[in-house]
C-alpha cells in the first residue's frame, strides 16, 4: 500500500493501519503424556513487527477554505532485526514400552522475546482547500 487514502465527513474520525506481523514462539504449553512423559507443545501467536497507525478528524472551517486535520501518526518497527531468545530447560526421564526408563534428560526449548520502537506524534493542521499534506515515516 504506498499512498492510502481517507474520505471523511466534517468532524468524522477515521484510523488506518498497515501493518506487519511475524510469528513467535512466545510459551510452551506443557501436557502429559502416556508413561506420564511430559509433553512440550510451542505456542506460536502472531505480533505485529511494523509497520504504521494514522488517526485522522477532519473539521472544515466555516468560510469552507480550509480544513483543520487532528493528526495522530504512530510508527511500529522491530528493535533489533535479532530476536533474543531465552533459553527454559526442563529435566526429564524417557520411558519406554515395557516400562524401561533411560537416564535423565536435559530438553531446553526456546522462547523468543522481540522487543519495539513505537514513534507516537499528535498534532493539528490546517491545509488550505485542494491542499496536500504529508506524511514522511
Known amino acids: 500500500m504506498q499512498a492510502p487514502k481517507i474520505t471523511l465527513f466534517n468532524g468524522q474520525t477515521s484510523t488506518i493501519n498497515v501493518i506487519d506481523q511475524q510469528f513467535f514462539a512466545t510459551s510452551v504449553n506443557v501436557l502429559t503424556g502416556p508413561n506420564g512423559q ?15 497507525m494514522l488517526t485522522i478528524q477532519a473539521v472544515i472551517s466555516a468560510d469552507r477554505r480550509f ?15 535479532v530476536i533474543p531468545l531465552l533459553p527454559t530447560t526442563v529435566i526429564i ?7 524401561f526408563a533411560a537416564p535423565p534428560v536435559a530438553f531446553t526449548q526456546f522462547l523468543q522475546q522481540p522487543a519495539f520502537n513505537s514513534i507516537t506524534v499528535n498534532t493539528t493542521v490546517a491545509v488550505p482547500d485542494g491542499g496536500t499534506v504529508c506524511w514522511v515515516a
Open 38 to 52: 511430559p509433553i512440550f507443545i510451542p505456542q506460536n501467536q502472531p505480533i505485529q513487527t511494523g509497520g504504521s
Open 67 to 81: 480544513v483543520r486535520l487532528s493528526v495522530s501518526p504512530t510508527l511500529t518497527n522491530l528493535a533489533s532485526a
Open 93 to 99: 526421564t524417557p520411558t519406554f514400552e515395557g516400562g
